[in-house]
């Protein structure tokens, strides 16, 4: 059946600024509908115009246009909510968060260009890094037209007769189904409708209750922008062009007060979360159509990944799922519970025996996660009456597990060992213990274990170094920190690691004395009262140690596609000093992070921006994650966007002075 769309647009006469006269619009709708009902959806249009609270039109224009079948896209609706707030100044605040969320890195002079701009038939098409407009005729905008939501929707019709929610959610779906659109932001220009919203993407459709105060005529809309200057025209067209059915438009969510006072006793979720998009700390999780490797593939999009800690590629490596495959087929799913209570599986014994060969330990245990075998010992190893001396940089499964121990914690400045021996001689305690990543996680630099041995053999510091991010990554061998180091008498005491990283697995660890592990049985509650480790990552684990035990290459082609990348970021004006798979680029400014992050993005590659509480305030950056199966080709891209990322971001937002790095 044949489709029809009937669009009204409704104007009078206005003096115009030299003389004569210009239209200025006062109303403006859009249905797509069978041919049935064509007389009747132009006779409500028309009515529509001639009520609107902006006054009597002097002219109403009724268009139908019969569509072309086979350009009709359905596309679902966005997810919706709805942000309460007390007046248009609260609510510009959340707006501004959400642009930020969305990844605009200057939101509130997006405003401004909102508020301050002449009235528009269209919307401004605005460049989202610059605020450039792109529209091609800056008198009209670009009208984003042709849709409708789709028949047999049971929205429910508005009880005043109007349409502003429908025909919003519709007009925000189409939006950000264009080509390179970021976000959209929109304030109704009806005086008696003081309720706007933000969309995007990632964002969803957001009802923000006030954008503007009651009676005023003021409104407009921003789409945002992020793409090549070549590919506007696209955008345009898809927008002013292509037929789109809008499909499953939710109701509208309502807003919280105006309820009445809400029984919720969560309501301080949505006030932390609105603060959290204000400050630019909101976080997102991408969700991949494929298992990560050196390409990921995301809304039908192909991307470059330099966030992976799979350093080595085993986890796609065919023995490797093959392993993880036999485990799960011999010993099914699940453990059923605690090894203690329960009991353990012969793989588990297996994987600990071979991680201690491999790494030259006398014994390990495994526990369910990195994470949990952090807070798992330290608060074994550590009581009030203890202290632990912790690097300022070290994890937060470290800080953690240092908290959970109740023992005085004292931070040293990082890798400072002339620090730490003058600490250790000042702060005494029953037992005490000095912790350290081995490589760091955000900064990628190696923990200075020579000076930290001398000081804690001189202290009597019992040492734990965390290696989740050198086994399989430093050291000719992919031994670790003492190979990396050449160490072949006393090393520290206790390791811990994950096998979530380079192993390509999932599962944490500690490894050490036998007497140790067989007393962590015992005393670390992670391991006591946690269910135990699945067999398929415990299979999947065994099988990379395999590989990894059978020769270094994949070790090798891992560090020279590291001194590659930071080659090749020198040649481009970043310093990226460091010899490990972890490569930070420093931003400073959380907006910086975020923008270069999306212009990245925006080019097909994929790499995290790091803030904080990940680290300090003002201590932003970049973090490049490298792989032994990354092409050199890519990383020479990568370095070379990345690069100009990070200008472009510094131009538009000049970096806030940098914060004091803290442990946090």
Request: with cysteine; net charge neutral; glycine share 10%.
């Amino acid at each position: 059946m044949p489709l029809y769309s009937i669009r009204m647009r409704a104007s009078r006469a206005r003096p115009g600024a030299c003389g004569g006269e210009r239209p200025e619009h006062i109303s403006g709708a859009e249905r797509i509908v069978a041919p049935r009902d064509v007389p009747a959806i132009a006779a409500d249009l028309t009515r529509r115009a001639l009520g609107h609270p902006k006054g009597q039109p002097d002219s109403i224009h009724i268009s139908v246009e019969a569509l072309d079948e086979n350009a009709l896209l359905r596309i679902p609706a966005l997810p919706a909510r709805a942000l309460p707030c007390a007046d248009a100044e609260a609510g510009l605040r959340l707006a501004a968060g959400l642009l930020r969320e969305a990844g605009v890195p200057e939101p509130e002079a997006v405003i401004d260009l909102l508020l301050n701009a002449p009235p528009l038939r269209g919307a401004m098409l605005v460049d989202a890094d610059t605020l450039e407009r792109l529209e091609p005729d800056r008198e009209r905008g670009v009208r984003a037209t042709r849709m409708d939501m789709a028949p047999g929707s049971a929205l429910p019709a508005a009880a005043d007769g109007k349409q502003h929610y429908r025909e919003a959610a519709v007009l925000a779906a189409k939006v950000c189904a264009a080509p390179h659109m970021v976000a959209e932001i929109c304030i109704s220009d009806d005086p008696d409708y003081v309720t706007g919203y933000v969309a995007g993407p990632g964002l969803g459709y957001v009802r923000i209750q006030r954008l503007k105060a009651a009676g005023s005529p003021r409104g407009g809309r921003i789409f945002l922008y992020r793409g090549p200057r070549e590919a506007v025209a696209d955008t345009v067209a898809f927008l002013e062009g292509r037929p789109v059915l809008v499909e499953a438009v939710p109701p509208p969510p309502p807003f919280t007060e105006e309820r009445g006072p809400s029984p919720d006793s969560l309501a301080f979720v949505e006030e932390e979360l609105a603060g959290i998009r204000a400050a630019g700390l909101y976080r997102r999780m991408e969700v991949w159509e494929r298992p990560p490797g050196p390409r990921v593939r995301q809304a039908g999009r192909e991307l470059l990944l330099l966030a992976s800690g799979d350093y080595l590629g085993l986890a796609a490596d065919q023995r490797v799922k093959a392993a993880a495959v036999e485990a799960l087929e011999a010993f099914g799913a699940g453990t059923g519970g605690s090894r203690l209570t329960t009991g353990t599986l012969p793989l588990h014994g297996r994987l600990e025996a071979e991680l201690a060969a491999f790494t030259g330990s006398e014994a390990a245990l495994v526990f369910s996660s990195g994470y949990a075998t952090n807070v798992g010992l330290l608060p074994a190893l550590c009581g009030k009456d203890d202290v632990i001396f912790s690097d300022a940089l070290n994890h937060a499964s470290i800080i953690d597990g240092c908290r959970l121990s109740g023992a005085r914690v004292v931070v040293y400045p990082h890798n400072d060992m002339a620090a730490l021996d003058s600490l250790a001689r000042v702060h005494q305690g029953r037992r005490r213990v000095v912790v350290s990543d081995a490589v760091f996680s955000m900064d990628g630099d190696v923990a200075d274990l020579p000076g930290l041995l001398e000081v804690a053999g001189r202290h009597g510091l019992v040492t734990v170094l965390d290696e989740a991010h050198a086994l399989g990554v430093i050291g000719r061998r992919g031994r670790g920190i003492c190979e990396h180091f050449g160490l072949t008498g006393r090393g520290p005491d206790i390791f811990t690691g994950s096998l979530s990283k380079a192993l390509g697995a999932d599962g944490g660890y500690v490894r050490g004395p036998a007497r140790l592990m067989e007393w962590l049985r015992h005393k670390a509650r992670s391991f006591v009262f946690s269910t135990a480790l699945s067999v398929a990552p415990v299979g999947a684990a065994l099988a990379a140690l395999d590989i990894l035990g059978a020769g270094p290459e994949r070790v090798a082609r891992l560090q020279e596609n590291a001194a590659f990348f930071r080659a090749c970021l020198r040649e481009h004006g970043v310093e990226a000093p460091g010899e490990t798979a972890i490569v930070p680029l420093m931003a400073g400014d959380e907006r910086v992070a975020i923008a270069a992050a999306e212009h990245l993005r925006a080019a097909g590659i994929h790499i995290s921006a790091i803030r904080y509480p990940t680290v300090a305030r003002a201590a932003a950056r970049l973090r490049a994650a490298l792989r032994a199966d990354h092409a050199r080709a890519d990383l020479a891209r990568a370095a070379a966007v990345a690069a100009r990322a990070l200008t472009r971001a510094r131009t538009i937002l000049p970096p806030q002075a940098p914060g004091t790095r803290r442990h946090c």
